[in-house]
């Protein structure tokens, strides 16, 4: 299968940096899918989980084999000459999330959409609850990943 070069960094740490086979994520036009020599396009991601295949060297150096799955919140997505750059402000493998503490940030999140007194408000608070529920939902499946 042919691979294009991926770079997905998070805000405080490189997520990936290597050749990928295919990446599927959700962004504000919907979910998209990406293999090798896609169009070029500029795109919001939106809070929810990124999958990705990684292949070649940087792949085996990492121990990284088969479909990979993380967390992520807002960020941007950028195609171009056959590169991927994915930038987020965090993201996290199923097996890091806390799945006691995202509950508690869906609660916070679901408290603060019913005080939103604003369209900001009321963005900010259901992007805080799809990532909340993202992170529960991966937390649950991760031993089926």
């Keep these: 299968m042919e691979t294009f070069r991926l770079h997905f960094m998070a805000s405080e740490h490189m997520v990936y ?5 295919s990446v599927s994520l959700m962004t504000t036009e ?9 169009s070029n396009l500029v795109m919001a991601v939106v809070p929810g989980t990124v999958e990705y ?15 990979q799955t993380v967390v992520v919140s807002d960020g941007l997505l950028k195609v171009e ?3 991927v750059m994915l930038l987020v402000d965090t993201a996290e493998r199923p097996e890091d999330i806390d799945e006691a ?4 940030a869906e ?3 679901r408290e603060a959409l019913k005080r939103a007194n604003s369209n900001r ?5 259901s992007a805080e609850l799809s990532r909340a529920m993202s992170r529960i939902k991966a937390s649950r499946n991760k031993h089926s990943l």
């Design 101 to 104: 503490r995202a509950r508690r």
């Design 81 to 83: 000459n056959n590169e």
């Design 53 to 67: 295949v990684p292949a070649g060297d940087a792949a085996r150096e990492a121990g990284l084999s088969g479909r």
């Design 107 to 109: 609660e916070h999140a």
């Design 17 to 21: 940096d290597g050749e990928a086979e």
């Design 121 to 125: 408000d009321v963005a900010l608070a």
């Design 30 to 38: 919907g979910s998209i899918g990406i293999l090798a020599h896609h």
